[in-house]
């Protein structure tokens, strides 16, 4: 048993490198890296014209970096605050710019992943890839309108739907296994549809699952290490950057090693889908066999009663005529 795993681990690493992915990861990690500061800029832009405030705002992407990095992502939020509303355009174009490149490059990664070649329109690629920019910025949003008003919200649903509170309580309690069902959820749909390539959501949910964990796994030790480390306080705040690049960088490639574990486990993924499905249909076959099989002992009972007692019958038809 440990000899085959350690077999397939050899060849599965083998063949991951021959996938280029650390390039790809590299690639996407710094566009979205140059995205983040127009991101911001967007935001902050926007958030006047909402109920959510700047601490709000530094609440929220400060609950997503790394722990090293809040106090600069809290004096790039007020900086950006402060300044943002006249260079809306530009940071508008600078962000779907530098966010579609990373998208871009994603894509090349999960195609070369799949082992598929992009056939699609260079326009076609560019409007998927701001399509995705903008989604992420309405994601961004609504999650800061949920933190301030999430709340809220709850207490009006108790309110009116008090059955609603043992739920609640449980996802409280479990909140993150909620996080990581998002997770899940957003990674299939990634490894889904992103790549130039039909494929089926079933089939991404193992990869999904180990990106999820090990993302979220990974960032909590990233936090942990860089938290208890010398590095920082030795070279000071310069390496901040460097600490969310190499963040970036490991989050990028974890997803990328989540779609290759969906390529490489595809056989047998398919497999173990087509036996339950085998399985699925042989109930429902066996089911309607069964049902048959009642059908036709009502039937021979019915009839076996008429044989029994034919006078009875024939009277009945007689009162019936």
């Not at 600490?243 to 970036?248: A, Q, S, T």
Request: charged share 15%; net charge positive.
């Amino acid at each position: 048993m440990l000899r085959t795993i350690i077999s397939i681990w050899r060849d599965f690493s083998s063949q991951m490198k021959k996938q280029n992915i650390s390039a790809y990861a590299s690639s996407t990690a710094f566009f979205l890296f140059l995205s983040v500061i127009p991101m911001l800029m967007v935001v902050c832009a926007v958030i006047p014209y909402t109920p959510v405030t700047e601490q709000n705002l530094v609440t929220a992407l400060t609950d997503v970096t790394p722990d090293i990095a809040d106090a600069m992502v809290e004096s790039l939020v007020v900086d950006v605050y402060k300044s943002s509303v006249g260079i809306l355009p530009v940071a508008l174009i600078a962000m779907v710019w530098s966010a579609a490149k990373g998208v871009m490059a994603l894509m090349r990664g999960l195609n070369a992943v799949n082992g598929v070649d992009e056939k699609r329109n260079y326009f076609v690629i560019r409007f998927i890839a701001s399509f995705y920019t903008l989604i992420m910025l309405v994601v961004l949003i609504l999650s800061l309108f949920f933190m301030v008003f999430g709340n809220q919200l709850v207490d009006i649903a108790l309110h009116r739907i008090p059955q609603l509170q043992m739920f609640v309580s449980l996802l409280m309690n479990f909140r993150f296994l909620f996080v990581w069902a998002v997770l899940i959820l957003l990674f299939g749909l990634i490894y889904t549809y992103i790549p130039d390539t039909k494929l089926k959501f079933t089939e991404q949910v193992p990869g999904a699952c180990f990106a999820a964990v090990v993302w979220s796994v990974f960032s909590w030790g990233f936090s942990m290490y860089v938290s208890y480390g010398n590095g920082y306080s030795i070279y000071g705040s310069l390496t901040i950057i460097v600490i969310i690049m190499l963040w970036m960088y490991f989050c990028m490639y974890i997803i990328l090693i989540g779609a290759y574990l969906n390529r490489y486990f595809r056989p047998v993924n398919r497999v173990l889908v087509n036996h339950a499905s085998s399985k699925s249909e042989l109930a429902r076959e066996n089911r309607r066999r069964i049902r048959e099989i009642k059908k036709i002992q009502r039937r021979k009972k019915h009839y076996t009663e008429i044989d029994r007692d034919p006078k009875g019958q024939d009277e009945n038809l007689t009162d019936r005529n």
